[in-house]
């Protein structure tokens, strides 16, 4: 994942409390309607195996284990981050987005908050396209191109590092160009769009 290096310093220093700051406030009430999105467009994940994308501290790894995923292999640039992942039943890996190679394929993929962050959305998108069974599908999770969409971009312009927003026709063009196509897309008030990808 082609991140500017002050957004991957700023993960770093973020990693050892991230994971309980998204359980406070503000963020614990988006995280709770987020899920609820990505639950429905996941369906029935028992005995699956995922592929987490831009892991973060865990927060979705650990939601799709007490779902009965049968197994996670998460990735995150921030090594800081892959340290907090839970270890059993989990593979956590420090990689490059664009050029990570697993070796294997993934019933299913959940790529939440990495998006907006890298140079490239139709590389990371058109690597993830190759490790996702035939059958199986991709939750994107990024901030929609709306006034909500331009609050987030400030709090990050704030700590210095510009990201993407997407309208539904952005992530629409982005999908094809990566042999994916959008097959429903949630709306989470105030600052997700949740996307359900087919290939």
Request: net charge neutral; with cysteine; glycine share 6%.
């Amino acid at each position: 994942m082609t991140m500017p290096k002050d957004t991957k310093s700023y993960f770093d220093i973020k990693a050892a409390t991230y994971h309980d700051d998204s359980t406070k406030l503000l963020w614990k009430w988006q995280r709770s309607r987020e899920l609820k999105a990505v639950s429905e467009l996941l369906g029935d994940i028992r005995g699956l195996t995922f592929l987490d994308f831009g892991c973060g501290a865990g927060f979705y790894t650990r939601y799709l284990l007490e779902r009965g995923a049968s197994h996670v292999t998460a990735i995150d640039q921030s090594e800081a981050m892959v340290q907090q992942l839970p270890k059993e039943n989990v593979t956590g890996i420090v990689s490059d987005a664009e050029s990570f190679n697993p070796g294997k394929q993934f019933d299913k993929v959940i790529c939440a908050g990495l998006l907006e962050f890298v140079d490239n959305p139709v590389a990371v998108l058109k690597n993830l396209n190759q490790y996702i069974l035939g059958n199986g599908i991709m939750v994107c999770l990024v901030p929609p191109k709306d006034l909500f969409g331009r609050v987030y971009e400030y709090f990050h312009e704030r700590n210095g590092f510009k990201i993407n927003l997407f309208s539904e026709q952005d992530f629409s063009d982005i999908s094809k160009k990566s042999n994916f196509h959008a097959v429903k897309v949630k709306h989470v008030f105030p600052y997700s769009s949740v996307y359900l990808l087919a290939k």
